[in-house]
């Protein structure tokens, strides 16, 4: 039995609710949950691992990361990393996310993790009951220059609500999530 790749990974979701930790609290300033999901993505079933960390510090400070691995974590095809941060001055967590891809296995499966970790970001302010600012900065790289990230990146970030920035030279951009 073969397996046929999307024609269209591009339009692909993975369909998946990863459930995340419970919020810290002073009395207990640790949270940690890894679970394993089969996602469908297009006419296929991906497997994914999900770790996630939430850490109250002494000071209030809240760190958080989700990784989610396709395949499993000690040799994943694609990841994608997903962090939030908020110290006691601020009243909004700043979030950012990071996919590797290196293998380019399973075509699309990047984005797909992309597009993913934007219900993680969405799940996770409203867990928290507070605004999340996710930026993105424009950083093309393994053999993927500006023009092609264009390509892959503007029209999801568009379609999504992300508004572009200028800090500089550097090309960003953001979106605020509501709880």
Same mark, same amino acid.
């Given at each position: 039995?073969?397996?046929?790749?999307?024609?269209?990974?591009?339009?692909?979701?993975?369909?998946? %609710?990863?459930?995340?930790?419970? #919020?810290?609290?002073?009395? %207990?300033?640790?949270?940690?949950?890894?679970?394993?999901?089969?996602?469908?993505?297009?006419?296929?079933?991906? /497997? !994914?691992?999900?770790?996630?960390?939430? *850490?109250?510090?002494? $000071?209030?400070?809240?760190?958080?990361?989700?990784?989610?691995?396709?395949?499993?974590? *000690?040799?994943?095809?694609?990841?994608?990393?997903?962090? *939030?941060? $908020?110290?006691?001055?601020?009243?909004?967590?700043?979030?950012?996310? /990071?996919?590797?891809?290196?293998?380019?296995?399973?075509?699309?499966?990047?984005?797909?993790?992309?597009?993913?970790?934007?219900?993680?970001?969405? $799940?996770?302010?409203?867990?928290?009951?507070?605004?999340?600012?996710?930026?993105?900065?424009?950083?093309?790289? /393994?053999? !993927? %220059?500006?023009? $092609?990230?264009?390509?892959?990146?503007?029209?999801?970030?568009?379609?999504?609500?992300?508004?572009?920035?200028?800090?500089?030279?550097?090309? #960003?951009?953001?979106?605020?999530?509501?709880?």
């Amino acid at each position: 039995m073969s397996i046929e790749i999307p024609k269209k990974p591009e339009q692909q979701e993975l369909i998946v %609710d990863i459930e995340l930790p419970k #919020m810290p609290s002073p009395q %207990d300033p640790n949270s940690r949950l890894e679970r394993s999901y089969v996602a469908k993505y297009g006419n296929m079933t991906v /497997n !994914l691992s999900v770790e996630c960390f939430i *850490f109250l510090s002494q $000071k209030g400070t809240i760190d958080a990361s989700v990784t989610i691995y396709e395949n499993n974590k *000690f040799n994943p095809s694609a990841q994608i990393f997903v962090t *939030f941060h $908020k110290d006691s001055t601020q009243d909004e967590y700043v979030s950012s996310t /990071n996919v590797k891809n290196d293998m380019r296995i399973i075509p699309g499966i990047g984005r797909a993790l992309w597009l993913l970790s934007l219900k993680v970001i969405q $799940k996770f302010a409203a867990q928290s009951e507070a605004k999340v600012r996710h930026s993105i900065l424009k950083s093309p790289s /393994n053999g !993927l %220059d500006s023009k $092609k990230w264009d390509e892959l990146f503007l029209p999801l970030l568009k379609s999504n609500g992300y508004t572009q920035i200028s800090i500089g030279n550097r090309e #960003m951009w953001e979106k605020t999530y509501l709880p």
